[in-house]
């Protein structure tokens, strides 16, 4: 559906869990290809594939078989030290837990991904300063996680997200722990980065609100694909809920 250069290519991707006891199929033959600056929106059921995929597109896990390719990287073929830097240099995460650390300020929490990329002291903590700033943050660069809101957190974990430039944001459910106008006002930040910094953004959602902000919904069900169309934004159909996804076929 994209005519811009693939960021993502996944190519007859499975991945089986063997327990020793069952194999479970979370992703069975799935095929998709985002492009760059494509802003797309996962959607399903629980069970359907969207946290097994989110961990793959993130290097996190590999998958069993098929091909994965990032940014023209066949991931597949990396060892386990070149898919740590590939996800330090090209990655971004957002959670909905927001995953911040409690007893570091929202400057040190942003500047983490660059001690992990070694980066000396004073570049970081610049390039994390102007990443808070980004995100509205710039007067509250040492406060404490809990002297913070749920969308000023969220809003940290976006900067640290951003702090090293990466060329894909992944966010699962970043907006699952907050109220209705925070979910909007993250989500208009997150079209924002979009928009301005043509950021590839992968969303993994349950609510057709917040699928609507990108430009392209994915649906899973048993691990593959079911259903993917342009969004309401771009001239799409109404985004179905997860409900209507589970009984779709």
Request: aromatic residues 4%; glycine residues 8%; hydrophobic residues 40%.
């Amino acid at each position: 559906m994209t005519s811009s250069p693939p960021m993502i290519e996944l190519s007859d991707l499975h991945k089986v869990y063997d327990s020793g006891f069952t194999k479970v199929h979370a992703l069975r033959g799935l095929n998709l290809v985002i492009g760059s600056g494509e802003y797309v929106a996962v959607m399903g059921a629980s069970g359907s594939g969207k946290s097994t995929l989110l961990n793959i597109l993130g290097c996190l896990d590999v998958p069993t078989s098929g091909s994965y390719r990032l940014d023209g990287r066949a991931v597949e073929r990396l060892t386990r030290d070149d898919l740590a830097r590939l996800r330090n240099t090209h990655i971004g995460f957002i959670f909905q837990n927001f995953n911040l650390l409690h007893r570091s300020t929202a400057l040190e929490n942003v500047a983490l991904p660059m001690v992990y990329a070694g980066r000396p002291a004073r570049v970081r903590l610049a390039a994390a300063e102007r990443a808070l700033e980004r995100v509205g943050l710039g007067d509250r660069v040492e406060h404490m996680p809990w002297q913070l809101s749920g969308g000023q957190q969220q809003r940290v974990a976006i900067a640290r997200a951003l702090v090293n430039e990466p060329r894909v944001l992944l966010a699962d459910e970043p907006t699952g722990n907050l109220d209705t106008r925070t979910s909007e006002e993250i989500m208009q930040i997150m079209r924002e980065l979009h928009e301005v910094q043509r950021l590839t953004i992968v969303l993994v959602t349950h609510d057709p609100g917040v699928a609507s902000f990108a430009e392209r919904v994915i649906a899973l069900r048993d691990g593959q694909v079911i259903a993917d169309q342009k969004t309401p934004r771009c001239g799409g159909p109404p985004v179905p809920d997860v409900r209507a996804l589970a009984m779709a076929g």
